[in-house]
């Protein structure tokens, strides 16, 4: 009988350990994507001759909605009667694994918006500076 072809796919998520700390591959991308974009906003803001508070603020604002975004997403769009009923597993349950890109996307435009707001911008110019970061 002929087999379809396959992928096993058996990847390790631990990129290395320091003593029982892991660093994994997925956590260091986030890291990465985080700063590569607060760098690119910095770039925005210089060219625009804005204050770098503004630079600072929307790493702030960003960086914590993204990420909070991307785990209640994942905790209520995925499996809202377990967390619903366990609360406390949103934060402690937070090393099990468990971040939603689609959380991340609409914590991020709620992010936004509240720095738009604290800045006196424009959503809109928020909305199309973030986006090459993005």
Same mark, same amino acid.
């Given at each position: 009988?002929?087999?379809?072809? +396959?992928?096993?796919?058996?990847?390790?998520?631990?990129?290395? %350990?320091? @003593?029982?700390?892991?660093?994994? !591959? !997925?956590?260091?991308?986030?890291?990465?994507?985080?700063? &590569?974009?607060?760098?690119?906003? *910095?770039?925005?803001?210089?060219? $625009?001759?804005?204050?770098?508070?503004? +630079? $600072?603020?929307?790493?702030? !604002? @960003?960086?914590?909605?993204?990420?909070?975004? /991307?785990?209640?997403?994942?905790?209520?769009?995925?499996?809202?009667? $377990? !967390?619903? +009923?366990?609360?406390?597993?949103? &934060?402690?349950?937070?090393? *099990?694994?468990?971040? /939603? %890109?689609? @959380?991340?996307?609409?914590?991020?435009?709620?992010?936004?918006?509240?720095?738009?707001?604290?800045?006196?911008?424009?959503?809109?110019? +928020?909305?199309?500076?973030?986006?090459?970061?993005?």
């Amino acid at each position: 009988m002929i087999q379809p072809l +396959s992928i096993v796919w058996d990847f390790n998520p631990v990129f290395f %350990s320091i @003593g029982s700390l892991d660093i994994r !591959y !997925y956590g260091l991308m986030w890291a990465l994507a985080i700063l &590569i974009g607060a760098k690119f906003f *910095d770039n925005f803001c210089k060219r $625009e001759g804005l204050p770098s508070k503004v +630079s $600072e603020s929307i790493f702030i !604002y @960003g960086t914590l909605a993204t990420i909070l975004g /991307a785990r209640l997403g994942h905790c209520l769009f995925y499996d809202p009667m $377990e !967390y619903l +009923s366990k609360p406390w597993t949103i &934060i402690t349950g937070f090393r *099990d694994g468990g971040m /939603a %890109s689609h @959380g991340a996307a609409i914590g991020l435009l709620i992010g936004l918006w509240l720095f738009s707001r604290k800045n006196k911008l424009p959503y809109i110019w +928020s909305l199309d500076r973030i986006m090459i970061a993005v």
